[in-house]
Structure formats: C-alpha cells, structure tokens
C-alpha cells in the first residue's frame, strides 16, 4: 500500500472555545478521497473517535505533541468496512460511483419493493450500486442489507412521500449459498 | 475525562445507535399472540355453558370474570405482541428491549390467572382463603409496568413522533389509568386498603376503568395502528392531516375528560353524568373523523382487490360504526345503562376481536414469511407472502364470525340468552377455525412441499421468532 496522503483538521481553537468538534471531524472524514487520510490536531488524546473511525474502516495513530497537544493520524485500511458489516453499513458518507440500476418500486405491493432489491442486488458486483424508489422507508430490508455486508443509504425526497434508497454492493457481501 | 472527551463520548455513543438500523423481529409477539387467542376461545366456551352475563347480572363476580379473561388475556395480551411489533415499524426504531416482552408475558398470566381465582373467590366459588387480588394487583402493575417502560423508552428515542406513535402514547396512558384503578379495586376487594377515598373509588369508579380500558387503551391504539397498517396493506397515503389530527386530540382529550374528571368527581362526591357525558361528546366526534379518514383510505388506495384482511377490517369498521349508532340512540332515548352490555359485547368482539383477526391474519402470514425466507430472498426460489395463506378458505370462517356477532350483539339488546347463547357457539367455532389457519400458516402448511423449507430457509417455531440482528 502506498503512503496515503493526509488532510489536516485542527480542532484545537474549537476545543479552546468550548466547542464540540465531533460535526467537523466527520465531516472532513465525508469529505476525504479513496486513500486519503487525516490529520486530527487536539488539545486532548481523542480516545472514543478511535473506534468510530475504525468501524469506518480507519487505522489511527497518535503522538503527543511538545506543550501537551495531540497529533493523530488517521489512515484508511483496505479491508476494514467489510469486517465490521452492519455497523458500517450505513455510515459510509464517502462518494458513490453512479447507480448501475434503476428500480421504480413506488406501486408494488409491500413485500414486494424489498423482494426486486434483494433479487436485484444478487446480479451486482462488489462496489457497484443499484438506486430504487419506494413509497416508505423500508425498515425491514435495511437490517437485511446490512446482514448481507451491503452499504446502503437512504431518505425522503424533498415531496416528503418518495423515498430513495441506494445500496452498495459491499467487499464483504457473503458468499452465495 | 475532561468536559470536551465526554461531550465527544456522548456524540460516539448517539452515533453508535444511529448505526443500527432498521426493525427486527419481535422475539415473543407469535408467543403472545397464541395466549391470546386460547384466552379468547376460552371465554367464549365459558359463555356458550352459560356463565356470566346475561345469565348472571352484569356487576356479578363472574361476568367480571369474564370480561377480564377476554379484556387482558385476550385483547391486552394481542394488542401487546403486536405493539412489540409495530411500534418499531411506526417509529423506524427498535424495540428498546426484544427479551424483556418475556417476563413481562408471564407477570401478565400469572396475575390474570390470580384476578380471574380472586374474582371466583369474591363470588364464593373456591374457598381457598389465599390472597389473590392482592397477587392480581401487583403482578399485573409489573408486568403492565414493564410494557409501558418497553414501548415508553422506544417511543422516546423516537421523538418527534408521528401521528399513528402518537395515539398509541394516549393508548399508553389509557392502559396506565386503567390499570391504577384496577390495582385499587382489587387492593380494596382483597381487603389490602380500607381508606374511605379508595372504597368510594371501587363503588363507584368501575364505568372509568371500563372507558379508560376499552376506550382509551384498546380503541385509541387499535385507531393509531390501523392508521398506518391499513395505509400500508392497501397502498394509500399516509394520513397525517388536519382531519386525523383533530380525531387525536378529541379522541386524548374524551379520555383526559372521563379519567381526570372521573376521579375528581367521585373524590368530591360529585355526580359522574357530567364528565362521562362530555368524554362521550369528544369520542364521538373523534370517532366521526376517524371513520372520515378510514373511509378515505380505502378510496384512495392504489391496490384494487383488497386482502382478506382489509376485507374483514372494514367489517370490524362497521361494528364499530353500529356501537357508535347505539351509544348515541340510548342516549336519546335515555336507556343507555340498559344497553351498555349489548353495546360493550359489540366494541369487545365486533370491532377490536374483529379487527385483531384480521390484522392477525395478515401479520402472522407477513412475519413468518419474513423469518423464514427473508435472508435467502433473491438467492433462490422463495413463495410470496400470500402463499402462506388460503383466503378462500378462511374467508367463510371470518363471514361466520361476524354474522355471529351482530346475531349476538341483537340477542342481548332484544334479551334472548338462548339465542346469545347460539351466537356466541358459532362465534367460538369461527374464532376456533381462524386460530387453526394461523396455524397453518405460521407451519408452512400450505406452501407447496418443494418451496416449503428450500435449504438455508428456516423453519420459524410456532411460539418465538428468531431475532436477526446479533
């Protein structure tokens, strides 16, 4: 693997002023490249981030700086989403490649919607995502997706009555039975 | 740990449970389910021999009997398992505890079976001097307990919460009121209390707890339910207008009334004709928006031919309109105390027994499907969910049931106990027939041989599901 490169966030003024910089960290995290780390300077050793980077698939390291502050430099692994299934599923804000299907799901019977997706998705690659319309949210396909090690993410649209779900074929989707 | 590492750890844990998503199934719902139809049957055996009402006056110990079999061990415990269910589905959030709802079934049981022997006390039938009410009053505050703080703390993570969560709330507080009269009456009955307020409250607080049980915890969750299952087996909208808002807050505020009104009056030794009265006024108008929107889901759906379910659901809809019709005739008339029981029989098994056959007919059909075949679908071959089920052969069961019901709900209000009597036989054998193709169905009976347990499927067992989140 090569050395990735980093990008830097310095939370030490938010966290001087107060401040609560848990938005701003997973935000530049949403914002990073494939292969990109970060770079986190704070005033404290940020013990609990440790584990929600690493469910999202990052490695970290961390030194004391001279005067008392924390360098930590966080670092994608390859493998690491699929390890850890459905707690990352649907955590995973880095961008998607384009849909390579497209399900209309909105007039069909429930459980109708969530049986195409599932039927669809088993005729994807690793990586590749499918998009569909459904009339609600479906909470029961959410927790089988996650089973399966797929990445999916969701919501209403702006009619508050479609909502869109995309789902990510995931590294670490089970072997077929 | 310093100020900003444990505003950082609280930001870490909420991530935590955001990253669990989605509804699992409920681990018990199928066990309460099946206690609650053999409670039903069992009811309705005890009234074809002739015990209780109207063999027995209304207020005797075993009609009370009676009432409370079919009350808690039916109703209560039906409307339980599926709000272990549905409550998740109403709020997209998990049920807070899937292993508690266990305990909480056999508090509930256990205190049923000492109410019902308390009761068979009170009316000289054994002679055991044990104390029952007081057992009855303490297992079923816990176990009804433990329901609210299951159902409260899943509701709570959810805020803010729509319209359906929200009857269900009011739903919440009903039960809550019903059963601290309950646990009252049978402290005093059971000779635990002698306080004068809670005597009075046990002779003359029976028509709250009734209006507090039948109205406000089983009609207003069954209403905020119906809302959303409906909407969803029909493929309607979601209602969440003015209409279905107003039937809420009418609907909270009839309760509010009869339950607060209720006790304060009887405290200050006040005439009970007033806040009844009122509660009714707001019931019904509450009632009134709610058949208005019902009504409209059905026109508005997107599905042309309709399920059994939603089939029948409009039958327990009707007896619900009748009993309204009833209660709103007597008063005219002045003989609504006359009629009360012929009115109560119908709400207890036209509209909530009726509306909880059906819904049960569909949801032990949907979960089973779900459990068995939900983690092979689209690897292999899998049967729809209406393959689990033969309506045509269920349909004249569901027909007799209701026909027995309206044939039961005249007997009492012309006074025929033969023909009640009759009815309530056919009732018991539709009632009997249903609960045996919900077994069929919860066994893959009806699946073809080839699809039924296709490898990697599970078969579910009869009484619990598996849970499929780790």
């Known amino acids: 693997m090569t050395t990735p490169s980093f990008v830097d966030l310095d939370v030490r003024p938010v966290l001087r002023a107060g401040g609560e910089p848990f938005g701003a960290i997973m935000e530049a995290i949403a914002t990073l490249k494939p292969g990109q780390g970060l770079r986190l300077l704070a005033t404290f050793k940020p013990t609990p981030l440790f584990q929600v980077l690493s469910s999202r698939g990052f490695a970290h390291e961390a030194r004391e700086l001279e005067g008392g502050d924390w360098e930590v430099l966080f670092r994608p692994t390859a493998a690491a989403p699929a390890a850890e299934g459905a707690k990352t599923a649907p955590s995973d804000d880095s961008p998607w490649p384009e849909p390579v299907q497209h399900l209309d799901n909105r007039d069909l019977d429930p459980p109708e919607p969530m049986v195409r997706i599932l039927a669809a998705i088993e005729a994807l690659k690793p990586g590749e995502v499918l998009s569909a319309l459904l009339c609600r949210e479906p909470i029961f396909l959410l927790p089988e997706l996650a089973k399966r090690g797929h990445g999916w993410r969701g919501g209403f649209e702006a009619d508050g009555k479609t909502y869109r779900v995309e789902v990510r074929i995931g590294a670490g989707a089970e072997a077929k039975a | ?470």
């Open chain 2, 1 to 470: 740990m310093n100020a900003s590492d444990r505003a950082l750890s609280d930001a870490v844990a909420s991530e935590r449970n955001a990253t669990l998503p989605g509804v699992s199934l409920s681990r018990w719902t199928m066990s309460y389910f099946a206690a609650g139809l053999m409670s039903f049957a069992l009811a309705q055996g005890l009234m074809v021999a002739g015990y209780g009402y109207p063999h027995a006056p209304v207020e005797a110990p075993e009609t009370l009997a009676l009432v409370h079999l079919i009350a808690l061990g039916w109703l209560s415990l039906l409307l339980c398992g599926a709000l272990f269910q549905f409550v998740p589905v109403l709020v997209a959030k998990p049920l807070h505890d899937n292993a508690m709802p266990l305990p909480t079934l056999v508090c509930l049981l256990i205190g049923l079976l000492a109410l019902l022997l308390g009761f068979l006390q009170l009316g000289g039938q054994i002679s055991l001097s044990l104390p029952f009410f007081p057992v009855a009053a303490t297992l079923l505050v816990l176990g009804f307990t433990l329901v609210l703080w299951n159902l409260g703390r899943t509701l709570w993570a959810a805020r803010p919460l729509p319209l359906p969560a929200r009857f269900v709330v009011t739903g919440l507080f009903g039960i809550a009121g019903t059963v601290f009269l309950g646990a009252i009456f049978a402290l005093v009955l059971g000779g635990a209390t002698s306080h004068p307020h809670l005597i009075e409250l046990t002779a003359r607080g029976v028509p709250i707890h009734a209006i507090a049980g039948l109205g406000g915890w089983l009609t207003l969750t069954a209403m905020g339910v119906s809302y959303r299952l409906l909407a969803m087996f029909m493929l309607a909208p979601e209602l969440d207008r003015l209409s279905s808002r107003l039937a809420f807050h009418l609907g909270s505020g009839a309760l509010a009334v009869a339950f607060v009104g209720g006790v304060v009056a009887i405290c200050f030794e006040w005439r009970l004709d007033f806040p009844l009265l009122t509660a009714a006024l707001l019931g019904l108008g509450a009632l009134a928006l709610y058949g208005k929107d019902m009504l409209f889901l059905y026109r508005a759906r997107k599905r042309r031919t309709l399920e059994l379910n939603s089939r029948m659901a409009a039958f327990a809809l009707l007896s619900l309109v009748l009993a309204a019709a009833l209660v709103v005739v007597t008063i005219a008339r002045g003989d609504l105390s006359t009629h009360a029981p012929a009115i109560v029989y119908l709400v207890a098994f036209g509209w909530l027994s009726g509306l909880g056959l059906a819904k049960l007919y569909k949801i032990v059909a949907f979960l089973t499907w779900l459990e068995c075949y939900g983690p092979v679908l689209g690897k292999m071959p899998t049967p729809r969910v209406q393959d689990l089920v033969v309506e045509p052969r269920a349909v004249k069961w569901f027909g007799l049931y209701f026909l027995a019901v309206w044939a039961g709900t005249a007997a009492l209000l012309f006074d025929y106990p033969g023909v009640f009597r009759a009815a309530t036989a056919l009732s018991l054998i539709a009632t009997v027939a249903i609960a045996m193709q919900l077994f069929r169905t919860r066994r893959l009976r009806d699946v073809e041989h080839a699809t039924a347990v296709a490898a990697g499927a599970r078969r579910p067992r009869l009484l619990w599901s598996l849970s499929r989140q780790a």
